[in-house]
């Protein structure tokens, strides 16, 4: 029994709301009834109008429209309607056309457009209230060929007149040949009056024809009978004459016996076009003289030159002092004259008639002068004139060396300017016209211009810089260079490599002795390029200090040692206090087989001693010839010093020792005392003996080769 309450309250309590009902056109009708309510000419009573919409909602489209066309119904297909049966519609129905005008409507035969051909047919097949045999104006020609049958003068047989009806039922009406034509005249220029020599007869006016032939030039409006006579070069009038002196606007002319330009008054003459000795003007005063006339210029002669009626007028002229003879005067002295004296001039505004090149229409120039009198000395006048000279350059870096591109001009040099201009980079103080150059660091110093990686000037940049220059000293190669730098480009031997790259400075170069041009067998030695010319091969350098280090077992063409270790061929940079070089006795011979020269060095004797005409055996051994030069080098003229000082051994065997012979001992060939015993070339085997130290292990020398 509780729960009605319940159902009360879900049945009452809570009601939902209803919506509004919705106009949205504001056409008079919801939503609900409306079939488009965006559209307010859309609704159920609106009328049906011919525009595809349905405009009434009756779920129609264009049905019984008010603005519907009447339509008659084609029974018999003919393109002609009966006017007694019509509909409305928007568009045509089926069988049914516009035209209202057939008089049969059962029948194709009958319509206004059909052809009544037989003339004893009673049929009215066009429609037009008659039939072709009958003949109401009793002309004797039937209705069915007589276009007129209502008149007896219109028929095949008529005459065709000048009266607008086709009297001869030809269907063209008063064509040329009708009785009454008249005759017409072409009226080309549009001034009413034709021209005589194109005419035609016509019942009717031709468009552009007149019935007056009188016109004596059809060419010209203007001209014409009764026209008024122009200077035109026509004969308006058509009187036969062209330009006569009564012409409406003929000019009045007057003889000119000067001929210059002005006439006489007194002689007038009317005409269109002016007469030989005849002019327009007529207010020459004298026209006997030729200088005068109202344009001539007034002189000093005692004649109204200009016609004004008055004589040397305005000639009571002041002429001031010209000292300097510039056409310009001072004030200071003044003379009154008709014409200028000479030595004066018609202006005093000279500010210095002493300098001929000071006036006002003189040039400002700087030279301190008012040089155009204007008051303002050079820079301080606008209109000072510089020239070239005048022309100073920005030095931001103060080397004294200009910038060309940024330039003033005044007659005194700004602060910052100078008058040079050749400084090729006016930020960097360093970089001037004849400052020592750099190279390789990116910087034009002595403004030169070039790459500041081809030193050489030949056009190649050095290859450290990404050029292809193998040698950037020497302008003639740059690829294949035999200055000794590399391998490929090695040279004879150190004399050639001096001789062809005299730049050369000391230090490690390949060499190549055999001159084959194969530089695969090519090897390096120490050139030494500043000593007497340069040029010499280093083939023995002991400058050592300590016990030697063992022979190397390797094949490079030379080895050296430093503090005692065993150096690399490849970082060898030069001679120095401290080390050992030495190189293969194979290449020593080579080296000599191409040299004249052995050059001995020591620092027991200050002086340097060479040996010419050098040579050694094929054992390797110097030659005999050499020997006594050999002792005077290392035994100072002793000729027993080589018995007491194996060191150093000649062709043949002087030290004593039976068992000595050539061989090779570590890929090395030398000299050795007992075949292995002692190296000939090792300091510390040299016994004492005159004039050298007394400590073997000290000894220092040198060996070289030219």
């Known amino acids: ?195 005589p020599l194109q005419a035609q007869n016509a019942c009717d006016q031709p468009e552009g024809h007149v019935a007056d032939g009188l016109d004596c030039n059809d060419a010209s409006s203007a001209a014409y009978p009764g026209g008024v006579e122009a200077c035109d070069g026509v004969d308006n009038d058509c009187d036969g004459t062209i330009d006569e002196p009564d012409a409406s606007d003929a000019t009045t002319w007057y003889g000119d016996a000067d001929a210059d330009g002005y006439g006489n008054g007194s002689l007038p003459l009317v005409a269109c076009a002016a007469p030989t000795g005849f002019v327009a003007s007529s207010d020459d005063c004298n026209d006997e003289r030729d200088d005068v006339h109202p344009a001539a210029t007034e002189v000093c002669d005692d004649v109204d030159n200009n016609c004004d009626a008055a004589i040397d007028e305005g000639f009571t002229k002041t002429w001031f002092i010209d000292y300097d003879g510039d056409g310009v005067g001072a004030s200071n002295v003044t003379i009154t004259a008709c014409e200028r004296p000479n030595g004066f001039a018609a202006s005093s505004d000279d500010c210095d008639d002493l300098d001929g090149a000071v006036n006002p229409s003189a040039g400002e120039v700087c030279n301190t002068v008012d040089d155009d009198c204007n008051g303002d000395i050079d820079d301080a006048d606008s209109g000072v004139q510089y020239t070239s000279a005048n022309d100073w350059f920005a030095d931001d870096d103060s080397d004294g060396f200009g910038d060309a591109a940024d330039s003033t001009q005044s007659c005194s040099s700004p602060s910052g300017y100078i008058s040079d201009d050749t400084d090729c980079d006016d930020t960097e103080p360093l970089s001037y016209p004849g400052a020592t150059e750099v190279w390789y660091d990116d910087i034009d110093q002595d403004c030169s211009g070039g790459s500041d990686h081809d030193q050489d000037g030949d056009g190649h940049d050095t290859t450290a810089s990404g050029g292809d220059d193998l040698n950037d000293l020497d302008a003639t190669c740059f690829d294949t260079c035999t200055d000794g730098s590399t391998q490929a480009g090695a040279g004879d031997d150190c004399l050639s490599i001096k001789s062809d790259y005299p730049a050369s400075v000391d230090g490690v170069f390949w060499v190549d002795p055999d001159g084959d041009g194969d530089t695969t067998d090519a090897y390096q030695a120490y050139c030494d390029m500043s000593h007497d010319g340069g040029g010499w091969t280093l083939v023995f350098h002991s400058w050592f200090v300590g016990s030697y280090p063992p022979y190397p077992e390797s094949t490079n063409n030379f080895a050296w040692f430093e503090a005692n270790d065993v150096g690399d061929v490849n970082n060898f940079t030069g001679i120095d206090t401290d080390e050992y070089y030495f190189m293969r006795l194979t290449r020593f011979k080579e080296q000599a087989d191409i040299g004249t020269e052995l050059r001995f060095e020591s620092d027991n004797d200050a002086s340097v001693v060479v040996l010419a005409d050098f040579s050694m055996s094929a054992k390797y051994g110097l030659d005999g010839s050499n020997e006594s030069s050999i002792r005077t080098i290392l035994c100072n003229g002793s000729g027993n010093c080589f018995i007491d000082a194996p060191g150093f051994s000649a062709q043949q065997d002087n030290d004593n020792h039976s068992g000595q012979c050539w061989t090779f001992y570590n890929n090395v060939s030398w000299w050795y005392d007992d075949c292995y015993t002692y190296n000939s070339m090792r300091t510390d085997s040299i016994s004492v003996y005159s004039g050298y130290t007394t400590d073997p292990s000290s000894q220092h020398w040198s060996w070289w080769v030219r």
Not at 66 to 85: H, L
């Open 1 to 195: 029994m509780r729960a009605l309450p319940l159902l009360a309250i879900a049945l009452f309590g809570c009601r939902p709301e209803v919506a509004e009902p919705v106009d949205a056109d504001g056409d008079g009708f919801f939503e609900s009834d409306d079939c488009n309510d965006a559209d307010a000419a859309i609704f159920p009573t609106a009328p049906e109008l011919c525009n595809g919409v349905d405009d009434n909602c009756t779920g129609s489209i264009d049905e019984d429209a008010t603005d519907g066309s009447e339509w008659f119904i084609d029974t018999d297909g003919d393109g002609f309607g009966n006017p007694s049966s019509s509909v409305m519609a928007c568009d045509s129905p089926g069988g049914y056309v516009e035209d209202s005008t057939d008089c049969n409507d059962g029948d194709a035969d009958f319509h206004p457009s059909a052809v009544e051909a037989d003339c004893t047919d009673a049929n009215d097949y066009n429609c037009d209230g008659s039939v072709g045999y009958a003949d109401a104006d009793g002309d004797g020609h039937p209705a069915c060929s007589d276009c007129d049958d209502a008149s007896a003068a219109v028929n095949s047989d008529a005459d065709e007149a000048c009266d607008s009806i086709d009297n001869d039922c030809d269907g063209s009406t008063d064509e040329a040949g009708s009785t009454g034509e008249s005759t017409w005249y072409a009226d080309d220029d549009s001034d009413s009056y034709g021209d």
